[in-house]
């Protein structure tokens, strides 16, 4: 990988490359880790990492789910862990294009939450 990383998630694709966002850089003990906004992708055939494009919303410790249409739905997770965690309500859908990722939604905050978790907005 080109960014030393923790609490990231990695996504199998439908073209068989995996999709690596978000994540915190390494921190000493006791020091505040940031969330990256990174994203890689990996090539198991020729075994080569390249850049994905940036999620405009740092995070680690976030869900990746791959929907059936081949948007990849990025949810929740951290942009700060340690003495101040910051807790995300966000989420973002994304879909691979060339090896870089688009948005597809323009909107960072979930809207108004329902019990049966839904998203709305």
Do not use: W
């Amino acid at each position: 990988m080109g960014t030393a990383r923790f609490a990231h998630t990695a996504t199998l694709l439908p073209n068989g490359k995996v999709l690596i966002t978000g994540g915190f850089a390494s921190a000493q003990v006791n020091q505040q880790a940031k969330s990256l906004a990174s994203s890689e992708v990996y090539d198991p055939a020729t075994g080569t990492f390249s850049s994905g494009g940036d999620m405009t919303v740092a995070r680690g410790g976030h869900t990746a789910t791959l929907l059936q249409d081949g948007t990849l739905l990025v949810a929740g997770g951290f942009a700060t862990i340690g003495p101040s965690t910051m807790v995300l309500s966000s989420c973002r859908a994304l879909r691979s294009v060339n090896q870089r990722c688009s948005y597809l939604d323009k909107r960072d905050e979930l809207g108004e939450g329902r019990a049966n978790g839904d998203i709305v907005g």
